[in-house]
């Protein structure tokens, strides 16, 4: 009696969302969500008890696991006192987490505009590159996301803005990627004369150098495909960025905030950026929330001149505070470090799994933010499903999707990519549970290669 109830009550919950609610980038019918009634650590569970291994964390940004009172208990606590004031206003959280962030930022770095998400701290970045530098245009890369919103939607190259491609924000211009597996330039690492540093420099010449304001780049890629940066990319850009006069934007919104093992993804390459834009991580999910931080070069040049930037809901108290208490599980449970151990510990178990699976092509990984992706010949990199692949060349790919979910866990699943980017606090006992299933469901794909 009690299964037919729970059964009832999970189909009238999710009837009730496809009837009165729309869902991001999806057709609205045919679509077969699941009802989360709990979460807890790296475990979702539906209305039915069914329990979901999370290998995603959400969309990359449940950083410290589900469930954790520690937030709950300071958003409360904040909101008995003050939820709201006007961003004229100040409250203490706002300056305590302020303070907090100039701590683990790169030198020089020391103040803070608060935003809403990742796509309005991006779109903050932007205005200001431009306010700021008196240029226009802003170099970008083909395969990145930097968010939905116009100005984040063009500046990125995610294939999801073309529906809207008529209505692009002008004044973006894309570069090719610095994909060494799959080189646009057809070289090879390690023989290369780094022609994809050379390509951006030449697209700065053509543009007209004066004309550029910045340079915005992933501090570690993401959803296109976690593209490994070769080793002094970042540098190099740097040093043309300085040449040019050119800022330099790191989109942390995803890889920022001890993802990647670090701090920031863009610590891992030795470069201070002159602004980084974050988000996700930053309350881990738990509050909508984000941050533009810049240097301290760009915060002094606004000392007596009024920065025209705002947002209403700008340095919320109650965001604030949840930001504030998950910066300090960070530390508190040693989270960061945990990421590159287990990070490093997939990376093995995944050279392990290629013996078996003929299908895994390639694992891109920083910290716990990787992609596996699968091939139908290694020889030949022929993707499992290409990039921006249409319906009928999904198929495959939707079978190894439907069984992960079978199967119990729930990740992010995008053309021939498996994501592996599980919470912070995840053990190598729940990264085996995990691998398990991910690896029952790539044998699906295996039987697809070509040799």
């Known amino acids: 009696m009690s299964e037919t109830k729970a059964v009832s009550e999970a189909e009238k919950i999710i009837q009730d969302n496809?009837?009165?609610?729309?869902?991001?980038?999806?057709?609205?019918?045919g679509i077969s969500p699941i009802a989360i009634k709990n979460a807890k650590g790296v475990y979702l569970y539906d209305y039915d008890g069914k329990r979901y291994i999370d290998f995603s964390s959400g969309l990359m940004n449940v950083n410290i696991g589900h469930g954790?009172?520690?937030?709950?208990?300071?958003?409360?606590?904040?909101?008995?006192?003050?939820?709201?004031?006007?961003?004229?206003?100040?409250?203490?959280?706002?300056?305590?987490?302020?303070?907090?962030l100039a701590s683990i930022t790169p030198k020089g770095m020391n103040k803070a505009l608060f935003t809403v998400c990742g796509a309005t701290a991006i779109e903050n970045a932007?205005?200001?590159?431009?306010?700021?530098?008196?240029?226009?245009?802003?170099?970008?890369?083909?395969?990145?996301?930097?968010?939905?919103?116009?100005?984040?939607?063009?500046?990125?190259?995610?294939?999801?803005?073309?529906p809207a491609d008529s209505q692009q924000a002008p004044n973006f211009v894309h570069v090719e990627d610095p994909f060494c597996y799959r080189c646009p330039f057809g070289?090879?690492?390690?023989?290369?004369?780094?022609?994809?540093?050379?390509?951006?420099?030449?697209?700065?010449?053509?543009?007209?150098?004066?004309?550029?304001?910045?340079?915005?780049?992933?501090?570690?890629?993401?959803?296109?495909?976690?593209?490994?940066?070769?080793?002094?990319?970042?540098?190099?850009?740097?040093?043309?960025?300085?040449k040019h006069g050119i800022l330099l934007i790191?989109?942390?919104?995803?890889?920022?905030?001890?993802?990647?093992?670090?701090?920031?993804?863009?610590?891992?390459?030795?470069?201070?950026?002159?602004?980084?834009?974050?988000?996700?991580?930053?309350?881990?999910?738990?509050?909508?929330?984000?941050?533009?931080?810049?240097?301290?070069?760009?915060?002094?040049?606004y000392d007596d001149k009024p920065l025209m930037l705002g947002l209403t809901y700008s340095a919320h108290a109650v965001a604030c505070a949840a930001a504030l208490e998950v910066l300090k599980i960070y530390e508190d449970e040693n989270m960061i470090a945990n990421a590159a151990a287990m990070g490093?510990?997939?990376?093995?178990?995944?050279?392990?799994?290629?013996?078996?699976?003929?299908?895994?092509?390639?694992?891109?990984?920083?910290?716990?933010?990787?992609?596996?992706?699968?091939?139908?010949?290694?020889?030949?990199?022929?993707?499992?499903?290409?990039?921006?692949?249409k319906p009928d060349e999904m198929v495959i790919m939707n079978k190894v999707a439907a069984k992960i979910k079978e199967l119990g866990m729930y990740t992010f699943v995008r053309w021939g990519y498996i994501f592996i980017a599980p919470p912070l606090c995840i053990t190598k006992e729940e990264i085996e549970e995990g691998l398990a299933i991910i690896s029952q469901a790539i044998s699906i794909a295996d039987e697809y290669v070509v040799k």
């Open 18 to 29: 496809l009837d009165y609610t729309l869902f991001s980038w999806s057709k609205q019918k």
């Open 250 to 301: 790191a989109d942390e919104v995803m890889s920022g905030l001890g993802r990647t093992g670090k701090w920031f993804g863009i610590d891992h390459h030795g470069v201070i950026p002159d602004m980084i834009a974050t988000a996700k991580g930053l309350t881990a999910g738990y509050i909508p929330f984000g941050a533009l931080i810049v240097s301290d070069k760009i915060a002094a040049f």
């Open 187 to 242: 070289q090879t690492f390690g023989s290369c004369k780094y022609e994809c540093v050379s390509h951006v420099e030449r697209v700065i010449e053509f543009e007209g150098p004066g004309n550029v304001a910045a340079i915005l780049m992933e501090g570690e890629s993401g959803s296109s495909g976690c593209i490994k940066y070769p080793p002094e990319y970042f540098k190099k850009l740097k040093a043309i960025c300085d």
């Open 68 to 100: 954790n009172q520690r937030v709950t208990e300071a958003v409360v606590k904040q909101m008995q006192e003050v939820s709201y004031v006007t961003p004229s206003c100040v409250t203490k959280v706002r300056g305590e987490l302020g303070k907090k």
């Open 126 to 162: 932007i205005k200001l590159a431009r306010l700021y530098s008196g240029r226009h245009k802003i170099i970008t890369r083909y395969r990145a996301y930097h968010g939905a919103s116009y100005g984040a939607m063009s500046a990125g190259g995610d294939p999801r803005k073309i």
């Open 344 to 389: 490093k510990y997939i990376e093995g178990r995944i050279e392990e799994m290629k013996a078996k699976h003929p299908s895994i092509g390639d694992f891109r990984n920083t910290g716990l933010l990787g992609c596996i992706e699968l091939v139908k010949n290694r020889t030949t990199k022929e993707p499992m499903a290409p990039y921006n692949a």
